[in-house]
Nanobody, 119 residues
Framework: VQLQASGGGLVQAGGSLRLSCAASGRTFSSYAMGWFRQGPGKEREFVAAIGRRGSSTYYADSVKGRFTISRDNAKNTVYLQMNSLKPDDTAVYYC?????????????WGQGTLVTVSS
């Protein structure tokens, strides 16, 4: 199983980015997918997750109302639309398989994509 994340970059505070994570190696639609992030000197933390069919979504309080997770099962891809970005959102973002929020249930991780938000 491979998870290939992309879309990170440098953005000013208040700006937007969309992350993508393309999956391969097994039936994508059979697994909930999520995004986690790890900021400088911080532990990896949950950001957002989406159920297998895309009808259920879950968010950390810190990103509710600003981030939107979605998935396209035909393209084996999960997305994270990030709006109103803040410097505190600066982190390496990882996509993860088999989670609706718990880091313990993750069975595969993407390689991470760096998001830097300047003030």
């Amino acid at each position: 199983v491979q998870l290939q994340a992309s879309g990170g970059g440098l953005v000013q505070a208040g700006g937007s980015l969309r992350l993508s994570c393309a999956a391969s190696g097994r039936t994508f639609s059979s697994y909930a997918m999520g995004w986690f992030r790890q900021g400088p000197g911080k532990e990896r933390e949950f950001v957002a997750a989406i159920g297998r069919r895309g009808s259920s979504t879950y968010y950390a309080d810190s990103v509710k109302g600003r981030f939107t997770i979605s998935r396209d099962n035909a393209k084996n891809t999960v997305y994270l639309q990030m709006n109103s970005l803040k410097p505190d959102d600066t982190a390496v973002y990882y996509c993860a398989s088999n989670t609706i929020g718990s880091i313990q249930t993750v069975d595969y991780w993407g390689q991470g994509t760096l998001v830097t938000v300047s003030s």
